[in-house]
């Protein structure tokens, strides 16, 4: 946060090593400055566990196979909604997927070997996002460094970016490389036509 993010990621998917518990999500909702946003991170989540993230003022961020009708539910106001792009992603096979996340922002992340989750540390083609979601903001993941993520925003203009392990020394957040990404983030967006 001391580095100028304008949003923090609370990782409450059982699946990953990063899972923290409902108590750090509160302890962290509560230390944001004003207009930081705190984003809950979901894989396949309970409404229970949804609606303790809503209530401390979270956006949801599902990164499972939540089908459309079960996100619209569990968030019925603005969430982010992961997808999982191959070096082939058609749009017209997004846009059929896409179908009834009405109040979905999309992430754009690297899919692994299952063709799911992310978390690979490598990049995608990140000329696909636009075509994705031609018209809609979208948010741009998956290996992302302070080295390339201005490449990223200069080429394609995400409406945000999100990292994880580009930002990361030994699989622990590394302060020197956040601010060089934020900074490279501004830099690059500062140089762009409003």
Not at 19 to 36: E, S, T
Not at 41 to 54: H, I, K, R, Y
Not at 102 to 130: K, M, N, Q, V, Y
């Amino acid at each position: 946060m001391q580095a100028g993010a304008d949003a923090v990621g609370v990782i409450l998917s059982e699946r990953s090593l990063r899972r923290v518990g409902l108590d750090c999500l509160h302890d962290i909702a509560a230390a944001v400055p004003a207009f930081v946003t705190v984003v809950a991170v979901f894989t396949d989540p309970t409404s229970g566990l949804v609606d303790e993230a809503l209530k401390v003022g979270a956006i949801p961020q599902f990164h499972g196979r939540e089908p459309a009708d079960v996100c619209e539910a569990f968030a019925p106001g603005p969430y982010v909604k992961a997808y999982h792009v191959t070096p082939d992603a058609d749009p017209d096979a997004f846009a059929r997927f896409a179908r009834g996340y009405e109040h979905a922002t999309w992430l754009f992340d690297t899919a692994g070997p299952d063709g799911l989750s992310g978390g690979t540390g490598r990049t995608f083609p990140w000329e696909l996002a636009p075509l994705l979601a031609p018209g809609r903001r979208f948010i741009v993941s998956g290996g992302l460094t302070p080295e390339n993520v201005g490449a990223c925003v200069r080429q394609i203009r995400p409406y945000a970016v999100d990292v994880r392990s580009g930002v990361e020394s030994g699989g622990v957040k590394d302060p020197r490389k956040i601010h060089a990404f934020v900074a490279a983030v501004r830099e690059a967006d500062a140089e762009l036509p409003a």
